[in-house]
């Protein structure tokens, strides 16, 4: 199989090939390759790449073949012959965000990449170019399964299906996360757990978890210590936890503690932005040096991702009186599991249960067919199933309509150029609530993105 991945030069891309290395079976990934816009990073992902094939055939030589790797900007030479596209692009670059980030909290507002006016911003420069995106694969690639990671990972999903319908499939490792924690938390084995997990894109809640046919969540909700020893448990507290009767992804804290959150970010030293734009600044000039010995890039890239990881998050936890993060919340096992489980139930039509971005369907009665939810789905050789979930909880209702109105307005200001429909978007969103407000980010953001220059 080929695997083609979009923003092939992206800080996350080794996760991917290094699951694609792990995978021994028949079928699988045989050639890889790398799309990106900007040559410097793709030279630097394939060092990389190339020291992790190296790295995995020095420590088992029953490995096998490693996926071949290939590097190109141009894009239909990318998608040609193509079985599956990973789709995980970055408009505007973290210089983007880190504005999103800063223009936003001038106004006293989250800037958030996914959340609040950031996740506005970010989806306004980002749903023109997944619409294009999505074109181009349907005429260059039109029998390839396409995975979005690209944030805001619901809404691009959403763009992308107009054109691509069900062959796109959105994925996050924030549930996976989070239903990993929670079953060994009860005392079990992750895969034998069914996660009762419903809502949008970091906007989701875990409401049971069922080991054996038996729901598990209330023991947990009644154990305020085990409550308060993973990272959401620490997050929002066990008396919140327990008010709410689930537990929420941990994108929520957004919204339940937003004052104390925008004050942690505002005096903060810089934002989460800022600091992924510096660090990787330093890395691929590391990474891309001409000459380094063997394993340098691989070093370089597995010492920034410890720091990445580590700082996930930072000022929600000391908005919340937390320590850092425990070291089990650092180990690998999110999206690129999650990617690579998708590719084989499809391609090998081997029945999978993950939980993903999909069209609604019938699945939430208060959203319309076309929206796309984030909910367990049945994975075969046809895509992904949404299975059946309870309805939401007036709360949780209240908060998904109003994000997915908001998911709309951007999706009416992209194909439309209004920016009567962006500054809709923006005041809409339930953590901006002002129209003066709205307007004035709008102004704020169209001044630094060259990608919002199409908004008249």
């Not at 620490?234 to 937003?258: C, K, T, V």
């Not at 989460?272 to 370089?300: K, T, V, W």
């Not at 850092?324 to 999650?338: C, H, M, N, P, T």
């Not at 019938?362 to 994975?379: G, Q, R």
């Amino acid at each position: 199989m080929r695997l083609t991945i979009l923003g092939g030069g992206g800080f996350r891309v080794p996760l991917v090939y290094g699951a694609l290395l792990g995978d021994r079976a028949e079928g699988r990934v045989s050639h890889v390759t790398l799309y990106d816009e900007d040559p410097a990073r793709l030279t630097a992902m394939a060092r990389v790449l190339r020291d992790q094939a190296a790295a995995a055939a020095a420590d088992d030589p029953a490995t096998g073949d490693a996926p071949a790797v290939t590097a190109t900007g141009d894009l239909d030479e990318a998608l040609r012959g193509a079985d599956f596209v990973f789709s995980a692009i970055r408009v505007g670059g973290l210089q983007g965000r880190a504005a999103d980030e800063r223009i936003a909290l001038a106004e006293g507002v989250l800037g958030q990449e996914t959340v609040g006016a950031g996740g506005v911003a970010y989806g306004l420069r980002t749903v023109p170019v997944a619409r294009q995106l999505a074109r181009r694969i349907a005429r260059s690639a039109p029998g390839a399964w396409v995975i979005n990671f690209t944030n805001p990972a619901g809404l691009v999903t959403e763009a992308m299906a107009e054109e691509l319908g069900g062959r796109v499939i959105g994925i996050c490792d924030s549930p996976v996360g989070l239903g990993r924690r929670i079953a060994r938390l009860l005392g079990a084995r992750p895969q034998e757990a069914w996660i009762d997990y419903v809502g949008l894109n970091h906007l989701g809640w875990v409401r049971g978890l069922r080991i054996g046919g038996r729901d598990e969540l209330p023991r947990l909700l009644a154990d305020s210590e085990a409550l308060e020893s993973f990272e959401e448990g620490r997050l929002f507290g066990a008396d919140w936890l327990r008010s709410l009767g689930a537990i929420p992804n941990e994108y929520l804290h957004y919204y339940y503690f937003n004052r104390d959150t925008v004050r942690a970010y505002q005096e903060a030293e810089q934002t989460r932005g800022a600091f992924l734009r510096d660090q990787q600044r330093g890395f691929y000039a590391e990474a891309g040096r001409a000459g380094a010995p063997a394993g340098a890039a691989l070093a370089a890239w597995d010492r920034t991702r410890a720091e990445r990881e580590a700082t996930y998050m930072a000022e929600n936890r000391e908005a919340a009186g937390v320590g850092e993060r425990d070291e089990s919340d650092l180990e690998s096992g999110g999206y690129e599991k999650v990617a690579l489980a998708l590719m084989r139930a499809i391609a090998r039509d081997e029945r999978a249960t993950l939980i993903l971005n999909v069209r609604n369907g019938s699945t939430l009665s208060v959203l319309d067919a076309e929206a796309v939810i984030e909910v367990p789905c049945l994975v075969d050789a046809n895509g992904a199933h949404p299975v059946g979930v309870e309805q939401l909880p007036l709360h949780a209702v209240g908060l998904v309509t109003s994000v997915k109105a908001v998911e709309r307005e951007v999706l009416a200001a992209a194909a439309s150029g209004s920016r009567a429909d962006a500054v809709k978007a923006f005041a809409l969103h339930p953590l901006v609530d002002s129209v003066g407000v709205a307007r004035r980010l709008l102004e704020g953001y169209a001044a630094e993105h060259p990608g919002l220059a199409y908004l008249r």
